[in-house]
């Protein structure tokens, strides 16, 4: 059984689990994150045509969970669910008093 992305049908997680797999393989090749981006984004959309669930919020979050790892680690920020990128915050040491 495959891993289930909160889709409606096993046919939609199965297609959404060939579409994280198309994107780690694209992520791990190398190619510039905004093509990336730009690429997941309308495999996401070609995924719709027949389960337009994948563009609701929770398997969104799904997609960006199972991606952000390789997606840190290719490009150094982080996976946004919405398919951009959110930059990793960095810590600042600011006192903070009562």
């Known amino acids: ?20 797999f198309r994107a780690r393989m694209l992520i791990a090749s190398g190619v510039h994150r905004d093509a990336a ?8 959309d070609d995924v719709a045509t027949g389960h337009g669930e994948v563009r609701d919020t929770a398997v969104r979050q799904e997609i960006a969970a199972a991606l952000d790892p390789d997606w840190r680690a290719a490009y150094r ?16 040491n600011m006192p903070f008093g009562p």
């Open 77 to 92: 920020c982080a996976f946004d669910e919405w398919l951009g990128v959110t930059p990793v915050p960095v810590p600042v």
């Open 1 to 20: 059984m495959s891993e289930s992305y909160r889709m409606y049908t096993p046919a939609g997680d199965e297609a959404v689990a060939d579409l994280v």
């Open 37 to 44: 981006q730009a690429v997941i984004r309308q495999w996401r």
